[in-house]
């Protein structure tokens, strides 16, 4: 009895973007995290329409120049990080060590200055449903900012051993795309909290 041989390539070992379980995972993460920032701000609003002074009375509006600033220092840190991840797709393990050092310092200098903020309000989570919003909203995003902190110090700490190669680089691509998200997700928490009492 014979037997045919078909030939067949061996499956990839290291595998980036799309083609790997682990970049499919972060995106459904990031769908669940999508609809819980959506619930807050929906909440937000919800409880806006339906007080008849928000922010309370004697509360002036929320100050924006540095929520401003710190926006854009937060949407610097994903530019930084975007393009570490470009680096090490061409193979430039100093560009991503200068994109991921960037980032992380960027993400710190926001934490920072979100506790400057946050600990001059005259107010805090417990005075009244204004105050319980600005502080769920912004805390709960700070905590994300945090998380991609600590994750980005063990990516760091993997980019400074040469662990990383254009063939392996999942660790920094989901490290991004998470560091991303916080990002973008920012954008309209920031409108929300510092806008929105203005124009409606």
């Given at each position: ?21 682990l970049w499919w995972a972060f995106v459904l ?172």
């Amino acid at each position: 009895m014979s037997t045919t041989v078909i030939p067949a390539q061996a499956l990839p070992v290291l595998l980036t973007g799309p083609k790997a379980p682990l970049w499919w995972a972060f995106v459904l993460l990031l769908g669940i995290e999508s609809v819980v920032f959506g619930g807050l701000i929906t909440s937000y609003f919800y409880l806006k329409q339906a007080s008849s002074n928000w922010p309370p009375a004697g509360l002036d509006h929320p100050e924006l120049l540095l929520p401003t600033l710190n926006t854009l220092v937060l949407i610097a840190s994903s530019a930084a990080m975007f393009y570490g991840d470009r680096s090490i797709k061409r193979g430039s393990q100093t560009g991503l060590k200068i994109g991921q050092t960037t980032a992380l310092v960027l993400a710190l200098v926001f934490l920072t200055v979100k506790y400057i903020e946050y600990s001059g309000l005259p107010y805090d989570w417990s005075t009244h449903a204004y105050g319980s919003m600005v502080w769920t909203m912004s805390g709960f995003h700070a905590a994300h900012v945090m998380t991609v902190v600590l994750k980005g110090l063990v990516v760091e700490a993997l980019v400074w051993k040469g662990y990383f190669t254009p063939q392996r680089r999942l660790g920094v691509q989901v490290n991004g795309l998470y560091w991303h998200f916080v990002v973008v997700v920012w954008i309209p928490l920031y409108f929300t909290i510092y806008w929105s009492p203005r124009l409606f």
